[in-house]
């Protein structure tokens, strides 16, 4: 798969997780939903993404 995919599941995944455990546990943790959410608003001017350097890191034969 990709890494552009495996950012995005794992974007969508962080903010639907932080959605219901802002819902059901404390409402702070709708500050990770706005991290996440800057974090690819960013990422998408500077083309840099920390996840995506952890990714390439973890994909053998990769570098």
Same mark, same amino acid.
Request: proline residues 5%; charged residues 15%.
């Given at each position: =798969?990709? *890494?552009?995919? @495996?950012? $995005? +599941? !794992?974007?969508?995944? !962080?903010?639907?997780?932080? %959605? %219901?455990?802002? &819902?059901? &546990?404390? #409402?702070?943790? +709708?500050?990770?939903?706005? !991290?996440?959410?800057?974090?690819? *608003? @960013? ?6 993404? #920390?996840? /995506? *350097?952890? %990714? $390439?890191? =973890?994909? #053998?034969? $990769? /570098?």
């Amino acid at each position: =798969m990709k *890494i552009d995919y @495996q950012i $995005r +599941i !794992f974007a969508g995944v !962080f903010i639907l997780a932080s %959605l %219901l455990l802002s &819902h059901f &546990h404390n #409402p702070n943790w +709708i500050y990770f939903t706005a !991290f996440v959410g800057v974090n690819l *608003i @960013q990422s998408a001017f500077t083309c840099f993404c #920390p996840l /995506e *350097i952890v %990714l $390439r890191k =973890m994909q #053998p034969g $990769r /570098e």
